[in-house]
Every structure is written in structure tokens, then in C-alpha cells.
């Protein structure tokens, strides 16, 4: 069955360092998201992709957040300079088209900023 | 702004109970109502969803029930079995419009054997 993969799994970082993350959606999906999952709350949208095109960052903090899928398949998030309230889980999700489509989310990658 | 709301926070029933979770939206326009399931150090796994055109579906042991005037949808797992011990969220969606998904703050369950 196929997945969205996510890397690292874990990833802990200290304050002002960058990071990065990488989500790689099912063959074929057209649409990408990722989202912020604190510990205990439902997840967030970051930002949500349409082949290689940005349809949505109204809430990715764009200061020191970014993301980019560039050929419109895998994508790469990253955070330069991680603060302490960044620690939180990152999912990445993917569906086949951007209307009326289920989401299927990855692993996630859990970030711990010390 | 919460757009969804999801209730109780948390929840424990003995196994064979039957939980019941509930969500409540205020955006009339949402026209898809998801449910995932958790489990710690997962991803969220869709589990049944609904549109507004259906009050009630069922699948395998899991319902979701639909009050569109009252703008309510519930989850009910018949049955409950300790496997079903994870966290439960709600979701809502405008499909027309980029499927952008509002999550609940999520229901933690427990199934005690």
C-alpha cells in the first residue's frame, strides 16, 4: 500500500539552529500539505502545495519558515532559526487532487528545540 | 478561531462500550467531515467520513452521525475493543475551495479490557 514518507522521524535541534524536513507525498498525488501538530491539539496547516505551486501559507511563519517542492513531487520544509516553541510534530499529507479528496497523512517528523 | 470544537477531551469506557465523541462546526459552507485516528507516534489514519447530504454512515463498528441544522457530527465505535485505544480527531473541510482540513483539538481514548 502506498505511503507518504517522512525524514527524519526525530529530529532535536538547539535554539537558532536550522532545520530541515522532507515529506515524499504518493506517486501521483497532485496536492501537498504540511501541518504543525502541538502536543495535545488537533494539526494546523503550514502550508499547502498544488504541483510545484503554492495554494495556501497564510499561517506559515514566513520569517523564519519555508517550503518548497520544486518538481512538484517531494518537498522540503524548513525552519532557520528554530525557537523554543517550535518543538512540535510536523505531518506531511498528500491527495490525489486539491477538491473533494481524502488526505493521507505520513509519520510525521517530532521536533524537540532545546 | 477554533473552527471546529470536539468534546470530551478525554475519554475511558470498558470494552465492549460504546464511546461517543462529538464536534461541532460553525462554517456552514464545510461540505466534507472526517474522522482520523491516532495512535502515539503516528500519523493520523483517516477512519470514516461523511458529507452533509447524509445524516448517518456506518462503516465496520464506526459511525458517524450528522445534525446538519444543529451543525453537529458525532463518532460512535460499537463495540469497543482495547485496540481502539488511541486519539480520535475530528476534521472539516471546504472541498470546493482547497481542501484545506480544521482539525478538533482531538478526544484521547482509552478501552480498558
Known amino acids: 500500500e502506498a505511503e507518504v514518507a517522512q525524514s527524519p522521524r526525530y529530529k532535536i535541534t538547539e535554539k537558532s539552529q536550522a532545520v530541515a524536513f522532507w515529506c515524499d507525498p504518493i506517486s501521483g498525488h497532485a496536492t501537498l500539505y504540511w501541518y504543525r501538530q502541538i502536543l495535545g491539539q488537533g494539526p494546523e496547516l503550514l502550508v499547502q502545495f498544488q504541483d510545484e505551486s503554492v495554494v495556501d501559507d497564510s499561517q506559515l511563519p514566513k520569517d523564519r519558515f519555508s517550503a518548497e517542492r520544486l518538481k512538484g513531487v517531494d518537498s522540503t520544509l524548513k525552519i532557520q532559526p528554530a525557537e523554543l516553541g517550535d518543538s512540535a510534530m510536523y505531518l506531511c499529507a498528500s491527495s490525489k487532487t486539491i477538491f473533494r479528496d481524502e488526505q493521507f497523512f505520513g509519520p510525521g517528523t517530532r521536533l524537540t528545540v532545546l | 478561531q477554533q473552527q471546529v470544537k470536539q468534546s470530551p477531551q478525554s475519554l475511558i469506557v470498558q470494552k465492549g462500550g460504546i464511546p461517543i465523541i462529538n464536534c461541532a462546526y460553525e462554517?456552514?459552507?464545510?461540505?466534507?467531515f472526517p474522522w482520523y485516528q491516532q495512535f502515539p507516534g503516528k500519523g493520523p489514519a483517516l477512519l470514516i467520513a461523511?458529507?452533509?447530504?447524509?445524516s448517518e454512515k456506518k462503516e465496520g463498528r464506526f459511525t458517524i452521525s450528522f445534525n446538519k441544522s444543529a451543525k453537529q457530527f458525532s463518532l460512535h465505535i460499537m463495540d469497543s475493543q482495547p485496540g481502539d485505544s488511541a486519539t480520535y480527531f475530528c476534521?472539516?473541510?471546504?472541498?470546493?475551495?482547497?481542501?484545506?482540513?480544521?482539525f478538533g483539538t482531538g478526544t484521547s481514548l482509552t478501552v480498558i479490557p
Open positions: 461523511i458529507r452533509p447530504d447524509v
Open positions: 462554517n456552514t459552507a464545510f461540505d466534507y
Open positions: 476534521a472539516a473541510s471546504l472541498t470546493n475551495t482547497g481542501n484545506q482540513f480544521y
